[in-house]
Nanobody
Framework: QVQLVESGGTLVQPGGSLRLSCVAS????????MGWYRQAPGKEREFLAR???????NYADSVKGRFTISRDNAKNTVYLQMIRLQPEDTAVYYC???????????WGQGTQVTVSS
């Protein structure tokens, strides 16, 4: 199994920046994808970004130019750098891990990001 521990969610003012982290442990497969979703109150979970273990990345159109995903394979950690945050970015942010061959997805517990003055 894979365990995911997220951190970095907090209250931030509009226009501010924040970096989320997610550390994976357990049965880590070398060929994998890690990434981020978010879910605002009353809405469906929304895909944000993903990164393959090769370093290749993919973003939702809604966050291109503001959010950047990166990873440190030595630390089994994925990051989400968010800039120019707005109140509509308020949501619970979830990290995921998938082994490409195994095809099973693990989820973190979620971390709350609140953008408000």
């Amino acid at each position: 199994q894979v365990q995911l521990v997220e951190s970095g969610g907090t209250l931030v003012q509009p226009g501010g920046s924040l970096r989320l982290s997610c550390v994976a442990s357990g049965s880590i497969f070398s060929n994998n994808v890690m990434g981020w979703y978010r879910q605002a109150p009353g809405k469906e979970r929304e895909f944000l970004a993903r990164t393959h273990s090769s370093g290749a990345t993919n973003y939702a159109d809604s966050v291109k130019g503001r959010f950047t995903i990166s990873r440190d394979n030595a630390k089994n950690t994925v990051y989400l750098q968010m800039i120019r945050l707005q109140p509509e970015d308020t949501a619970v942010y979830y990290c995921f891990f998938s082994g490409v061959v195994q095809g099973y997805q693990y989820w973190g517990q979620g971390t709350q990001v609140t953008v408000s003055s």
